[in-house]
């Protein structure tokens, strides 16, 4: 897909706001891998002809404040250079503002990149990028927006794991040890171990049903934890969320259906069921939400699809 295809189901592209390109970038995104694609990364958006603005950032925390104070001193759009977190952080400060978004896919994890049609490759998705804002061009995207019993909200662009995934982060963040990957691969293991159906109650569209289940996602896009296509079907310009779940089930049949998911045919599977919706509510006990990987709001939590919540640098 080149810069110049259109998403599809969008609507006409807009255009770039007046002001400047604030740039987002995580050193440690994709284990270190491309900590020195950042000076290629200004170099190319330096050609766009407008002011290039490097958020200072060395927490989380620094970031999404970064990120909001940039937005509100006028930026046109942030770049992020990153994974799925990275994008997270910036979505939250520019959903809903018309301040415009383009994220270059330096992470483990690039989900949200890839389900809005952005290359693979880093310099590849600047090169978009910076096609776009040279063009002065934007395309609207959806973004699904969480919301907790007292109010707290929450965006996310990809998916939100609520079932055996969300544990299974859960957990791995609980732990000192062992450190890397490792810690998230013990962690799948003691789940497994304790895997059973928890009760749901899901309402789609304000129709509600209960049942049991060990898998539940909601997506905006279709794939999470680099590139599992849990959502397969799930389209980002349609204005619907796509809900899948399943169970129950245990351990044997869950790693039967886990590795189907990088290729989206576990639908097929007769205890995987999918469904759409615009807005979904999820109410489970002792489980949080984890939204584009990173931890979210715990459940209950009310998920609607806002249509063109995000102005894509595309």
Known sequence: MTANDQLPGSVAAGRLADGYLAVLANPAAGRGRFRGLLPAVLDRLGTVGRPVRLLEAGTPGQADAACRAAVADGAAAVVTVGGDGTVHLALQAVAGTGVAFGPVPAGTGNDFAAGTGYPADPLAAVDAIAAAAAAGRTRPA?????????????????VLA????????ERANRMSWPRGPRRYDLAILVELARLRPRRYLLRLDGVARELDAVLVAVGNCP???????ICPTADPTDGLLDVVYAGPIGRTTLTRIKPRVYRGTHLAHPMVHTQRARTVE?????????????????????????????????
Do not use: H
Not at 142 to 158: E, F, I, Q, S, V
Not at 287 to 314: N, Q
């Open 162 to 169: 609520a079932g055996f995934d969300a544990l299974v982060n």
């Open 223 to 229: 794939s999470y934890g680099g590139g599992m296509r």
């Open 282 to 314: 999820l109410v489970a006990a002792d489980i949080v939400g984890y939204a584009d990987g990173e931890r979210a709001l715990p459940l209950p939590v009310t998920v609607t699809a806002v249509p063109g919540a995000v102005r894509l640098l595309r």
């Open 142 to 158: 959806d973004l699904a927006r969480m919301t907790g019993p007292d109010g707290t909200t929450r965006w996310y662009g990809a």
